[in-house]
């Protein structure tokens, strides 16, 4: 990756993200920060000083268009990096519409809008776009229809497009990380009735140092697929 690099990267607003853009941030990369409202991208712009902020509703991907019309988006993008993601579990006698399309827009249809806008940067740079999937986007339990479908077909996203790009020199990677300690897993113990102990589960800086592994890759090569799962606890 060349230096001062510039990654648009989502959900760098905790967990998983916000360990990436950290990680990012300190080296002097060049920021594109994601945010779902104005509020929350002058609550990024403060973390991360110097980085830039694109506005726009993953849970209204059919807007996204409309709404980065009205910004400058940035001429050079060297990664693309899709972390945000929610969850809302439950059995399929119980998930309603409403709850199946918040996964559907938020996890999928969301990085598949966001990565046509930034496509023909990307082309350009010969970048690298990264997927934050799941365990859930392997496999799919009781209860975790809805999250793994999304997930499921989030790896379809990355497959295709894969193929798509290879000619054109974009890289592809899914990312899979097992039960990562962030308000996410907090949310899934809660929903879940379970005690959290974010010292079980791995984490986010060392699912960032996977990510930043996949990117920093030398041309050459490629990581199509990364599986990270909780290492053994301390003894």
Known sequence: M????????????????????RRLHARGDELVLHARDAGRAKELAAEF?????????????????WAFSHQSLPDRVDSLLHIAGVVDLGGIGELTPKSWRHQLNVNLIAPAELTRHFLPQLRTTRGHVIFVNSGA??????GWSAYAASKHGLKALADSLRQEEHGNGVRVTSVYPGRTASPMQAKVHQQEGKEYDPARWIDPESVATTILTALDLPADAEINDLTVRPGPLPG
Do not use: E, Q
């Not at 990654?7 to 967990?15: F, L, P, R």
């Open 2 to 21: 060349a230096l001062m690099a510039t990654h648009v990267i989502t959900g760098a607003g905790s967990g998983i993200g916000a360990a990436v853009s």
């Open 49 to 65: 000083p110097g980085a830039r902020t694109l506005v726009g509703d993953l849970a209204d991907p059919d807007k996204l268009s």
């Open 137 to 142: 986007g392997l496999s799919a339990h009781a």
